[in-house]
């Protein structure tokens, strides 16, 4: 009862508890738990065989954060900055700190730049993107995909209607501002 | 090789990538025999994590087959099975010299506030990831183990995050017995946490999601009490009334940053990203937490700020507990548990899809089709 001092009473006891969940209370004792305390590291040690780790060789420049002292000894080669998207990350990392959110917006812009410089990139290879196959939503017609929403009382499904106009949304705004130039230039052209 | 290539905000293909190659002498190359689509791969494959660029492979929960291992690794051999934690870690810098291994220092040139994950954007590290055929890992020596021969392989994977996070979860609950534990989100972490809390002595166990499988995996899988919170006007309000009106002893946020539950904050944060995740369910469970209470969040955020209640927090004595899971210190006591048959992981497991198939696969567990729990991705599987 919240409203006086005692502990309300629990809904089952230590036995009825063991013998309903198997391994009940096996790490009752808070002291004994695997991060326990904080800041140990194990006993016996962890495999690692120096005191600062031999350093990887930086091939290209690499973007780092501007609260690093230097390059990580160890570090992510996939995908370089290149593009525009690159020279936006590029500036990201080097003007501003975590604690910017300049620092992380700039970084979010840059993804989606990524996103449509790829695209177009894409139509240049003999592999263009493709949004019916890239994207899935051909399980929903495999997997139940009327079924598994309808009735259901999800929370999510009303969001889930955003996706699509998200994901398709850019293309259409995309393809009518081609379109329009097309026909202005057409247009001055008679 | 083949891999999972990310190619902007929900569009992913299977492309044909050069092999990775040794690139410091402490690398081991891992050719992947069972990797899993995350949860938290979601919040990169909706476009929400800064930096996640396209053509980068996702994937930090996988297991595999050593293949060639650097000039300096000591520990490791070609040919050992082995299971690879999500983390990157160096084992030597200032965290990692106290177990803070999610927190290491020497991985991730891309930031400090964050440690290195395998296949989670440059804002980790800018690593590949295992939903390929083969997998670069550095650090070979400190991060994978052996898997112990006794051990399934998808039980293994599961080791690789999503239990040892849902542990780790009800671990920072600091949870004592006869606690009343309430688990905000039914996926493989909050089914783990539910599951550990049992473990660590909790007197009651209440899961809260809106997907009625899950929440029937809560009740068989992790003997939980459920509700679903679409069947009440307030949920915070329900918990009250269930819990004497104190509240729950602990919360344990497993939804993290694509929570849904409320129109606005969902449209700002994952729509938007305006935000660096949806706070509905870290929101719910400050408030349905007692005074004095603790409140542990397992579930991912991206790094922009989030509107937390933060006041509340405060005025109620909270302590709030967090971290990436430092995923090796929690094996040994897991590996006992499994052994012993206190924990299956891979009961879970509800999908198992072809590398070649894996467009399939992350349309399908992003919407929730088909009662997808957690999906497996075999990348030998043709």
Redesign the interface.
């Known amino acids: 009862?919240?409203?006086t001092r005692e502990?309300?009473s629990?809904?089952?006891s230590?036995d009825q508890?063991r013998a309903?969940?198997?391994?009940?209370?096996?790490?009752?004792d808070?002291q004994d738990?695997?991060?326990?305390p904080?800041?140990?590291?194990?006993p016996d040690g962890?495999?690692?065989?120096?005191?600062?780790?031999?350093r990887?060789?930086e091939h290209r420049p690499?973007?780092?954060?501007v609260?690093?002292a230097f390059?990580?000894?160890?570090?992510?080669?996939?995908?370089p900055?290149r593009g525009v998207?690159g020279l936006m990350?590029k500036a990201a990392?080097r003007r501003y700190s975590?604690g910017r959110?300049a620092h992380?917006?700039l970084?979010?812009a840059?993804?989606?730049v990524?996103?449509?410089?790829?695209?177009v990139r894409?139509f240049l290879t003999l592999r263009p993107?493709?949004?019916i196959?890239?994207?899935?939503?051909?399980?929903?017609f495999?997997?139940?995909?009327i079924a598994?929403r309808i009735g259901?009382?999800?929370?999510?499904v009303?969001?889930?209607l955003?996706?699509p106009l998200?994901?398709a949304g850019p293309w259409v705004v995309a393809c009518g501002v081609a379109y329009s130039a097309i026909r202005s230039i057409a247009g001055r052209r008679r | 090789m083949r891999a999972m290539v990310y190619r902007g905000p929900y569009k992913i293909r299977v492309e044909e990538k050069d092999v990775p190659r040794i690139e410091h002498p402490n690398d081991a190359i891992v050719r992947v025999t069972l990797a899993a689509i995350c949860g938290s791969d979601l919040h990169l494959y909706h476009g929400m994590m800064p930096d996640t660029r396209v053509g980068t492979t996702f994937g930090h929960e996988f297991i595999g087959v050593v293949e060639e291992v650097g000039p300096s690794v000591r520990n490791l051999e070609r040919g050992d099975r082995v299971m690879v934690p999500f983390n990157i870690f160096c084992g030597s810098c200032w965290f990692c010299a106290r177990g803070l291994y999610s927190n290491c220092h020497n991985v991730n040139p891309n930031a400090t506030a964050v440690g290195a994950i395998y296949g989670y954007s440059h804002t980790c590290g800018g690593y590949d990831g295992g939903q390929s055929e083969f997998v670069r890992v550095p650090f070979a020596d400190v991060g994978p183990s052996r898997i112990p021969d006794w051990m399934d392989d998808e039980d293994a994977v599961l080791l690789t995050d999503a239990l040892a996070t849902g542990y780790f979860g009800a671990q920072l609950g600091d949870i004592v017995e006869g606690d009343v534990v309430v688990v905000f989100g039914a996926g493989p972490v909050g089914l783990y946490a539910a599951k550990s809390a049992w473990l660590m002595g909790a007197g009651r166990v209440i899961v809260i999601d809106h997907l009625e499988y899950r929440l029937e995996k809560a009740r068989t899988f992790a003997h939980a009490e459920t509700y679903n919170f679409t069947e009440y006007d307030d949920i915070v309000v329900h918990m009250k009334r269930i819990t004497d009106h104190l509240g729950a002893d602990v919360a344990i946020d497993a939804a993290g940053a694509e929570a849904d539950g409320n129109f606005l904050q969902h449209v700002t944060s994952a729509k938007l990203k305006l935000q660096g995740g949806s706070p509905v369910a870290l929101n719910w469970a400050i408030d349905s937490v007692r005074k004095g209470g603790t409140v542990s969040v397992m579930g991912a955020y991206g790094p922009m700020f989030s509107a937390v209640k933060f006041g509340d927090a405060l005025n109620k004595g909270l302590t709030l507990r967090m971290n990436q899971c430092p995923v090796k210190r929690q094996w040994p006591r897991l590996f006992e548990h499994v052994r012993n048959g206190y924990l299956k992981p891979s009961d879970i497991v509800t999908h198992r899809v072809p590398l070649e198939h894996i467009g399939e696969a992350y349309h399908i567990f992003s919407a929730k089709l088909d009662g997808c729990i957690k999906p497996l991705v075999v990348p030998s599987a043709g």
Request: hydrophobic letters at 30%; glycine letters at 6%; charged letters at 30%.
């Open positions: 009862m919240a409203y502990k309300p629990p809904i089952e230590r508890l309903r969940i198997p391994g009940w209370g096996v790490d009752l808070p738990r695997p991060s326990v904080k800041l140990r590291s194990e962890n495999g690692a065989h120096w005191d600062f780790p031999e990887q060789l690499r973007e780092r954060s609260e690093h390059l990580t000894p160890v570090f992510g080669t996939t995908c900055a998207s990350r990392y975590e959110a992380w917006l970084l979010l840059a993804d989606r990524d996103a449509w410089e790829s695209h894409s993107d493709n949004p196959t890239e994207t899935g939503v051909l399980s929903e495999s997997h139940h995909g598994s259901k009382r999800r929370a999510d009303g969001h889930q955003l996706d998200i994901v």
